[in-house]
C-alpha cells in the first residue's frame, strides 16, 4: 500500500505538469513520461501506461494503467487504479478498454487498419471457434481474412491480429478469453461463419453457460 500511495502523491503534485504535456515541447514530454513511467515502474515495472487527452475543453484527460495482457500482473492493476485519488480533470482506468464502435462496423463505416503489406477492417473478418476449454475459460478461434497473404511476415499478421482484438474486446477479455488464434483465407461461401464483432457476445454466452 506505501507503493501505491507514494506512486499517487506524486502523481497529484505532478498532475497539471502531465495534463498539459501535449502543450509541451517533445523534449519536455519525454522527460515528464520518463519520470512518470519511473515512478511508476517503483511499484510495478511490468506496467506501462496511456494518457488520452481530451478532444473537447470540459472533458477529463484519462491515464490508463496497462499490465500489457500478462494477467499475472492484472492484481497490480486494479490495485493502483481502486486507490487513485479523485481529480477534477482526470479519469483513471484499469486496461485498455474496447474502443471499436460495433455499429460502425456492423455497416461496415469502420476505418480500415493500415501497416506494411496490410490494410484491413475488422467488418472484413469473421471467426469459428476451434476448441473451448472449459478449465480455463479460454477459447481456440480460426480468423478468416478477406485479403489473408501467405506470403506475408508472420509476426506482421500476430501484431495486426493483437491490435484488432485488443481493440475489440479490451486488453483483460483478451488474454482471460482466448487462448489460441489461426488464420485462414475467407473462403467463397462463408454464410456459416461468425462477423468478428460478435465474438464477445460468443464468449459471454459459452461463459455463462
Not at 476448441?131 to 489473408?148: A, P, R, T
Amino acid at each position: 500500500m506505501r507503493k501505491i500511495n507514494t506512486f499517487w502523491n506524486w502523481f497529484q503534485d505532478n498532475n497539471q505538469t502531465i495534463r498539459n504535456l501535449i502543450n509541451e515541447t517533445p523534449i519536455k514530454q519525454k522527460q515528464t513520461c520518463y519520470l512518470l513511467n519511473k515512478r511508476l515502474g517503483y511499484y510495478c515495472k511490468a506496467l506501462d501506461f496511456m494518457i488520452v487527452f481530451p478532444k473537447k475543453e470540459n472533458q477529463k484527460t484519462e491515464l490508463i494503467i496497462t499490465a500489457n495482457g500478462n494477467p499475472e500482473y492484472f492484481i497490480k492493476v486494479t490495485d493502483l487504479i481502486n486507490n487513485a485519488p479523485q481529480l477534477k480533470h482526470w479519469k483513471f482506468t484499469a486496461f485498455i478498454q474496447p474502443s471499436e464502435n460495433i455499429d460502425k462496423i456492423i455497416d461496415g463505416l469502420d476505418d480500415p487498419y493500415i501497416f506494411p503489406e496490410i490494410t484491413i477492417k475488422t467488418s472484413e473478418i469473421k471467426f469459428l471457434p476451434l476448441d473451448y476449454d472449459v478449465n480455463s475459460n479460454k477459447l481456440d478461434i480460426i480468423m478468416y481474412l478477406k485479403n489473408y497473404n501467405i506470403r506475408c511476415n508472420t509476426k506482421t499478421w500476430q501484431q495486426v491480429i493483437y491490435i484488432i482484438l485488443q481493440d475489440l474486446l479490451g486488453e483483460k477479455s483478451l488474454y482471460q478469453n482466448i487462448n489460441f488464434v489461426q488464420l485462414a483465407r475467407m473462403p467463397k461461401q462463408s454464410e456459416t461463419l461468425t462477423e468478428l464483432y460478435e465474438l464477445q457476445l460468443y464468449i459471454d454466452t459459452i461463459n455463462s453457460n
